[in-house]
């Protein structure tokens, strides 16, 4: 394990004014993205929409890292040049996701567990070769009637650090992402109480596998209320919950703690963000990782239409501005104006 080498590669996809774009969808869920706007869900497409995205002007002031799903990290721009290849000549740390997604957790109903720890110390050699600098994986945590158990969580976080401890022996960055989901009526407090619960059995876990924090970037969900919660709290709300959470929990030696945006719109994840920098500093770089709220006007922008791949990377480019602006404290609602 190069230890300097990791910390220098996380602190980089986490640097000062730059976050993450998560741009690794599986084939069904780009599916969804394409859908709505009737694109076909082929490869060609797959290809151009991402290119689009990669290519987008100024990024690399704003963009630190980009996940990628295994078929993306393959992919070329229409002039050759493979993607990872783009974005490690613009300063963009490349990324790949590899886990094999949420299953159903035998014996205990509603609650999932993320697998894909078989032969992914192999996968991960093929990845670095390929010139991922980092990995993603995500568990995923529901709120419900009597959920989660304290199973659910222990097994999640095991699988979450035997995963981390094989990206740092193969010099890979592990971003570890354990989501509490927005889905469902609870309040601010139990996500709090819950999202609690994950980060201490999950730093609790990372420490029995010998994880070494310098070399990792955390990826939770904000301290939100369910979507379905009849009282939504403020924006101001949400900062002081997530900060409070995350100083109880996260150790000053994580080099940044990139969001998820975990179904918010793109300005209120970006908003949110601003409002934790403003209560900084911090012991760690607060900064996103967003699929969606970084994407959702992009798409609409692009539409399928090859005429319209500038005012897609226009669109994306405005998005990933107003984060970079949201990393310093300095976003204000009145600059979406500005938005393709």
Not at 97 to 113: I, N, R, S, W
Request: net charge negative.
């Amino acid at each position: 394990m190069n230890l300097d080498g990791l910390n220098k590669i996380a602190r980089a996809m986490v640097a000062p004014g730059k976050g993450i774009l998560a741009a690794d969808e599986s084939h069904p869920t780009i599916k969804k993205r394409f859908d709505p706007i009737g694109v076909d869900n082929t490869e060609q497409n797959r290809r151009v929409y991402r290119e689009m995205l990669f290519t987008a002007p100024g990024i690399e002031d704003w963009i630190g890292g980009v996940i990628m799903f295994d078929e993306t990290l393959r992919q070329h721009t229409a002039s050759g040049i493979p993607f990872p290849e783009l974005l490690a000549g613009r300063g963009i740390v490349p990324g790949i996701k590899v886990d094999a997604g949420a299953k159903p957790l035998a014996g205990f109903p509603g609650e999932t567990v993320t697998e894909g720890l078989d032969g992914l110390r192999k996968r991960l050699e093929e990845y670095r070769s390929l010139g991922a600098g980092f990995a993603k994986w995500r568990a995923v945590i529901a709120i419900g009637d009597e959920i989660p158990t304290a199973f659910c969580i222990e097994a999640n976080a095991h699988a979450l650090a035997r995963y981390a401890a094989l990206c740092q022996e193969a010099d890979i960055v592990p971003i570890v992402e354990p989501e509490v989901l927005m889905d469902g009526d609870h309040d601010l407090a139990r996500c709090e109480a819950v999202t609690d619960a994950v980060l201490l059995e999950v730093f609790s876990a990372l420490a029995r596998h010998r994880v070494v924090l310098e070399g990792i970037v955390l990826k939770p969900n904000m301290v939100v209320a369910g979507q379905d919660c009849p009282q939504q709290p403020t924006v101001e709300e949400v900062a002081e919950a997530t900060v409070r959470c995350l100083r109880r929990h996260v150790p000053a030696a994580v080099p940044g703690i990139a969001f998820l945006s975990g179904g918010q719109s793109e300005e209120e994840a970006t908003a949110n963000l601003d409002a934790m920098n403003r209560r900084g500093p911090h012991p760690w770089e607060l900064s996103f990782s967003y699929g969606r709220a970084l994407q959702a006007s992009a798409l609409r922008a692009w539409g399928g239409d090859s005429a319209r791949l500038e005012a897609g990377a226009q669109a994306f480019a405005h998005r990933a501005r107003m984060n970079h602006l949201a990393r310093s404290g300095d976003y204000q609602p009145a600059l979406e104006s500005g938005a393709s």
